[in-house]
């Protein structure tokens, strides 16, 4: 059986979006917003994550690769945390995956580039109904009143030693 191969979505924080007017065939489009996106004018000083009047319309590229007349090349992202950790986390690793490729695509080594396949497979934990009876006999009412009568003792003992050396 053949498993499809699962590619996460990126994850770009924080983007200003480029809008691409009169471009040339040097300027590619690597990652585009959705018809609905928005960005906000107010920028850091916003109120409010929802549209407002004022706020400008979408789509917008968030990733350009620009080809030089020199054979150089620019990949440009237009967010600069998309590499923080939390957010590589958040995209399951796909923004470093994306950065590499990217970097891999400035020195020329297109079979380098890659998209890691993520397992399909999950191992779910099967417990019968009176181990779980158990676990909420002790997880509800045991351990809770265990841990009551080890601060009750606590209390008194200290009360015990206070009044002797009083």
Do not use: H
């Not at 109120?47 to 590229?61: H, L, N, V």
């Not at 030089?68 to 958040?90: K, R």
């Not at 020195?107 to 999950?122: C, D, F, P, T, V």
């Amino acid at each position: 059986m053949v498993y499809p191969r699962v590619v996460p979505y990126v994850n770009m924080p924080i983007s200003q979006g480029l809008i691409l007017d009169n471009a040339t065939d040097a300027v590619t489009e690597l990652m585009t917003t959705s018809e609905s996106a928005f960005s906000k004018i107010a920028g850091y000083d916003l109120d409010t994550y929802e549209k407002e009047e004022g706020d400008i319309d979408g789509p917008f590229a968030v990733a350009v690769s620009i080809a030089c007349d020199n054979d150089g090349q620019i990949v440009w992202f237009s967010s600069s945390t998309f590499l923080e950790d939390m957010y590589n986390a958040w995209s399951a690793g796909s923004n470093s995956d994306l950065a590499m490729n990217a970097l891999s695509s400035l020195i020329g080594e297109r079979e380098a580039m890659a998209i890691r396949s993520k397992s399909l497979n999950y191992n779910y934990l099967s417990i019968s109904d009176s181990t779980a009876s158990l676990l909420k006999v002790l997880m509800i009412g045991v351990f809770p009143l265990g841990y009551l009568c080890i601060g009750i003792g606590v209390i008194l003992k200290r009360r015990r030693k206070q009044n002797e050396a009083g």
